[in-house]
């Protein structure tokens, strides 16, 4: 097949995936979702732990909203602005007495039955969200004048996982990283509070728990009757999580003061975990997080999340991530294999790569739909499999698809431990930027000195430009000219039965949640639109 006639294929690709983002990103903005709620109260200042060691906002947000759909889809804003109101608190010391029980908010919702109480809690609420966003606007240009002045670096820029989960070792972590030639330091946000919890429900362990954040369990005691476990016993100084919110701010601090004895701009990226994307398109807002990984169709078709839930939540983050001017990360598509263990039949290696891409595809819709200008999206260049075969052909054909699929768009290469600092490493990233231009190679677990890395990446830049330039045309021919028509073709597919069948059609029946339910499919509602509810404030956030 002629590099034309692929490039027609893909644009088809696109077409159907734009009109299949654009229905869902519609039902999205619609409705309402207990982390977005979590994230009005951040933006109001409602932050840290409550007294028993819980997410405050986690507390208020699901003590009030948790057990009752009609108040989750009135949202929390405007009761908890009256109690403000009538107890002349600051939102911070309001939300801790309420977490501790000392107020009800359902009680204080009542008055807004009185018109005068509605009005001037409307307007307070109004403020609140405006000060939020005016802080939102201060980091963006804040980081727009540091570039200006400090530079960007070369590209492909250098990226580097933080190992350290605490946040004094994640420091100079962060410090040694950006001395040594890193441009991107990523941070592994600990998983949130409700995704741990729907997970134990469900039965099954939840990877990124920070120590001090795994949640109680009950146990047996000698004498038979259920108790709550304590909370780990916490030391004198509590360790903080590096990608808390107050972690972050620490490390852009350290990143801002290494990058300007460097010479140049460092950026942060958080990768955060199932139902946090609201609250974490807050904190990389305030805190001046320069890109956040967050993928809803890899939280749908790898975390098992109900895809209704997780639209909702990524549709209301994206708003607030086009506010705050921050890069959002999507990956290279999730390796969907629920259609094939419900049939019992493996898909060969060109549907599967079809589903990623359609997968990818949809998911860049989906961000487009929602608001995000396409400059402040970075696209996953490779499949993880596809790294992991130590195949350079299907690399390259990898990244080759995604830069005829996406063209213009900004991608990112991200692979296994220390591959760079391997041969057959080397050959994959070579590979997988001589298949498209990358803005970003991450390296999840560093081996060897970062100034070390750093070189082998030029090097291999510079060998993947000359690779480009000495490929004619850059058309595939032959065999990878076929495989990649079978991909495009099996993306369509996927696309075309997911418009007609629904999301079974891809994961299968049912999941593994609790009593069968898709992961947080009990909290998220469709937003009300009465007197009381937060919908009209919420809207004017962009």
Known sequence: MSGEALSGRAEQVRRHAADLAGELSRAARRTAT????????????????DRTGRPLAAALAEGYCGSDPGRLARGVLLPFVVAMLEYDMPPHELALDVASGAIDLVLEAELLQRPDRLAAAETRAARLLEAALVRFDANRTAAREMRDVLGL???????????????????????????GGGDVVQVHVPASWEFAEARRQAGLDTPGLFEFETPRRSRETRRGDRRSEAQPKRPAAEPVPA????????????ADDAAAERGCYASLMTVTSAFAAPEQAVVAAFERIDCVAADPIREIVEDNVDPERALADHAFAHRLQTRAGCRVAIGPGPLALGADVASGFPSDAATRAGRALALQALGVELALADGLPADRLLLGAVPDWAVGEDDAGSILLQAWLRRVLFPGHR?????????????????????????????????????GAVSDVAADLAVAARTARALRVGLSDGALHGDAAELASRTLRAAGSVLDRLSAE?????????????????LGRSAVVQRADGPTSAARLLDGLG
């Open 34 to 49: 207990i982390a977005q709620e979590r994230a009005v109260l951040r933006m109001l200042g409602v932050d840290g732990l």
């Open 153 to 179: 670096p070369d590209e492909p820029w250098l990226g580097v996982a933080l190992q350290a989960a605490e946040v004094d070792a994640a420091a100079a972590e962060t410090r040694a990283v950006v001395a």
């Open 243 to 254: 990608g808390s919110q107050r972690g972050l701010a620490l490390l852009r601090r350290v």
């Open 411 to 447: 991608t990112f290469v991200g692979g296994r431990p220390g591959w760079l600092s391997s041969p057959a490493g080397a050959v994959a990233v070579v590979s997988a930027l001589a298949g498209g231009d990358a803005l970003l190679v991450v390296e999840p677990r560093l081996s």
């Open 502 to 518: 629904g999301w079974e059609s891809l994961l299968g029946p049912a999941g593994r949640g609790l009593d069968g339910e898709r």
